[in-house]
């Protein structure tokens, strides 16, 4: 007994000093946050139960709490007094919305509780998480917690994330909670921030800041520690070279880098406001001085990376023709996963159009009680409503982008039901659905974007022409090409579809209501660009990807002509039933708008569809080199002869480092060996990847200085894929990180490249160090 008493005695001690480890690390955290005295934080880091929904017959207690290190959130079904590992990170946290916003809360929960839900969404193909607080003030607190935690997170500098991450992976470490590091527990934090050194080389590391020889690092040792472990040798050299104003850099001096170096058409002025915008330290700042901190933080924000800052918001010509941009465009938009058994939910609408997709699909078929449903037929897909889906793209539609949005309709309704998709969509998207042509007379080519702002367009069949708009209505009439199927021959084989779709009378009528709402957007047979030719503007085919990349390699100059004045909608294949994707790439070059793609399967090909539709303020329209808009032009991508269009560049990149890369395993000992692959996309003559060796066991501070050459002849089609993978010998490398930005908005000189997750999702504190020149050939 005595033994238990003692252990009892021992494990309340260890409880004692577990708490007061806990509260000293929220409070430090809460002061790097700077809301220390913030009240709501207060309440996360105190938790509280919640109700959490998963369906109408599973609603469950669970005690939530945001972790001391301020960023991660764990749960209980019992409160406890240690967390076990967290659920979700903050970083993961795409936007908490107060009140009954989700289809399960609007399902699964009653009208009185409208005040008391809130759900947490993820940025990931992770499930929303909806829950109900005790009171509506309780659920606001939750609610307004969380966004000023994200807030706060969000808007922290590199080094303060660097910090942050830093001090709470050493908390991690601390063991027996004595604020105090030994040899055994630094090596367990070097693993844990994705470093793996040798025994003798952190035995040296632990002696040389073991200042007092006391057998571990306390106070003033971790801080020489942490200087060691975040000493960027390669800003040094830069700082050094350039630093020559008593060891500090001079506004002059910065002046010289970004000129010499970042080749930048600056001034003494432009070299002055970076001085003031991001030196840190104040004595230097009032003697118009940058540190090498101050230095750092510059190369780390806007004006550093290597994305062009003046390409962020909207800087293209925005009153051309529809015809004449890309349009970031999704297929099966209504699905969370594969198109055989998969999830339909309006939040993939949510997500898709957050993501700047301008154009989505809805699939469209006969529901019970009269109302219309969506889902991928003759499947296991979900099905949703079709008035849920369109309130949901109304919702939102214009919060990323105020730029229109087109509705595509694959429509397998009844005449009856068909009528009731007219109404609901008049009835939500009001005076923002384009219901006749702009203008006072029958227009001769497309509005543009800017005309077009806010608005709503309908892509599907109509029973008339749209100069019929501007004379007595036409009446129904059967057509028998309603779906987009049908629209290019087919979107599968008749073998591929015989086993699983019943016979049926393809001969379905076509509502008035419904035909008469789709403007600028009527969807054709394709019978060649002859018969193409001879049809109205606004008369637009959707293909399948192989008709279509058939006609962009075989024919691609033609394809080109066709795409100046009509719009073309390219969709994946219907044996695609893993819902992957195909290269986009072929297309744009072949001069289609809207190539759409399965927003909910990352990948290379939803990497390059968000590089291309990275500048322009993520407006989800890029406007078309001169040379794709001109209806005599004699562009070809495959044979490339000479044209306007031929601006040969040299493009040289030096791969010098990366920083904080993620681990991908959660086992401590399992170190990432990364590589980094630079790739780059265009027409055929232009596509190349190179990559540099692998750093074996650092994922924290890998160094390269690897130097690579392309040749890119189309730069307006070209972009640029930068890929870090780890290592593997014996199977296929693991993906790590990727960005992808258009070849147009480089920036040259010394860049930082942030790295983003295989959702498209940024990974906080990782990132590229790299040196780019682009030179005429």
């Not at 399948?544 to 066709?562: F, G, P, V």
Request: glycine fraction near 6%.
């Amino acid at each position: 007994m005595q033994c238990v008493r003692g252990q009892a005695r021992r494990s309340r001690s260890e409880e004692q000093l577990y708490r007061a480890q806990s509260a000293r690390v929220a409070r430090i955290n809460l002061d790097l946050l700077g809301m220390e005295e913030d009240a709501d934080l207060q309440f996360l880091l105190s938790g509280g139960d919640l109700l959490k929904i998963r369906s109408n017959s599973w609603k469950k207690h669970r005690f939530y709490k945001l972790n001391e290190d301020c960023k991660t959130m764990w749960y209980k079904s019992h409160k406890t007094l240690r967390p076990s590992n967290p659920t979700f990170s903050v970083d993961d946290i795409a936007a908490v919305r107060l009140g009954r916003q989700t289809e399960g809360l609007r399902k699964n929960t009653d009208d009185k509780v409208e005040g008391q839900a809130f759900s947490i969404m993820f940025k990931s193909r992770r499930k929303n998480l909806d829950l109900i607080a005790s009171s509506e003030e309780e659920a606001k607190q939750w609610v307004a917690g969380l966004e000023k935690i994200i807030s706060h997170m969000s808007k922290l500098n590199p080094q303060q994330k660097t910090g942050h991450w830093i001090f709470n992976s050493m908390c991690k470490a601390d063991k027996n909670c004595d604020n105090k590091m030994s040899l055994k527990e630094l090596k367990s934090f070097l693993q844990d921030i994705n470093i793996e050194i040798d025994d003798e080389y952190a035995q040296e590391l632990f002696e040389k800041c073991d200042h007092s020889q006391g057998g571990y690092l306390e106070g003033e040792e971790i801080e020489h520690f942490y200087k060691i472990l975040t000493e960027r040798e390669e800003i040094d050299v830069i700082y050094t070279t350039y630093a020559k104003t008593n060891g500090f850099m001079s506004a002059e001096n910065l002046l010289e880098f970004l000129q010499k170096e970042q080749r930048e058409p600056a001034s003494l002025s432009d070299a002055l406001i970076l001085i003031d915008k991001y030196e840190l330290d104040g004595s230097a700042k009032e003697k118009k001085l940058m540190t090498k901190d101050g230095f750092l933080m510059y190369l780390h924000q806007m004006e550093g990376l290597i994305f062009n800052p003046a390409h962020k918001g909207v800087h293209q010509d925005m009153t051309q023709p529809l015809s004449h941009y890309f349009i970031s465009s999704s297929h099966n938009t209504y699905l969370l996963e594969d198109q055989l058994k998969g999830p339909s939910s309006t939040e993939a609408y949510v997500r898709a159009l957050m993501k700047s997709c301008r154009c989505v699909e809805l699939d469209c078929w006969d529901g019970s009680d009269g109302e219309p449903v969506i889902y991928h037929g003759y499947t296991l897909t979900s099905k949703i409503l079709f008035k849920d889906a369109v309130q949901a793209i109304k919702d939102y539609a214009f919060k990323t982008s105020e730029y229109p949005v087109i509705l595509s309709l694959e429509c397998h309704c009844s005449v009856d039901q068909q009528k009731v998709m007219a109404q609901h969509m008049i009835a939500i998207l009001g005076s923002a659905l384009v219901t006749k042509p702009l203008g006072d007379q029958m227009p001769k080519d497309f509005p543009s974007p800017e005309e077009l702002k806010g608005r709503f367009l309908i892509k599907g069949k109509r029973l008339n022409k749209l100069e019929d708009c501007f004379t007595p209505d036409a009446s129904a009439i059967e057509d028998d090409d309603v779906t987009e199927e049908e629209e290019s021959g087919g979107e599968e084989s008749q073998e591929e579809r015989k086993e699983e779709k019943p016979k049926q009378d393809k001969k379905l009528k076509l509502a008035k209501e419904l035909s008469d709402i789709v403007i600028y957007c009527k969807s054709v047979h394709f019978h060649g660009f002859e018969d193409a030719a001879a049809r109205s503007f606004y008369e637009m085919s959707s293909f399948k990807e192989s008709t279509a990349m058939n006609l962009a390699q075989d024919s691609a100059n033609k394809y080109i002509q066709h795409n100046v004045e009509k719009l073309s909608r390219v969709y994946p294949a219907g044996t695609r039933t893993d819902s992957s994707n195909y290269n986009p790439v072929p297309l744009w070059n072949g001069g289609c708008q809207m190539v759409a793609l399965n927003f909910q399967t990352p990948g290379l090909e939803m990497d390059l569809n968000q590089g291309c539709f990275l500048s322009n303020g993520k407006s989800g329209y890029i406007l078309k080199p001169a040379y794709l808009m001109d209806k005599d032009t004699e562009f070809d991508p495959v044979t490339l002869t000479r044209g306007g269009w031929l601006k040969p560049k040299t493009f040289h990149v030096m791969v010098i480092s990366a920083q904080q890369l993620p681990k991908l395993s959660k086992k401590s000992t399992s170190i990432v060996d990364p590589l980094v692959k630079v790739q780059v996309f265009g027409v055929p003559d232009d596509v190349a990847a190179k990559e540099t060796d692998y750093i074996e066991n650092n994922g924290f501070s890998p160094m390269w200085n690897a130097n690579f050459q392309f040749h890119v002849c189309v730069p307006e089609l070209a972009l640029v894929r930068f890929l870090v993978e780890d290592y593997d010998s014996m199977t296929d490398n693991d993906f790590i990180g990727q960005y992808t930005l258009p070849f147009t908005s480089l920036q040259n000189g010394y860049r930082h490249v942030p790295l983003l997750d295989k959702n498209g999702d940024i990974l906080p504190c990782a990132g590229l160090f790299v040196h780019i020149m682009v030179l005429d050939d």
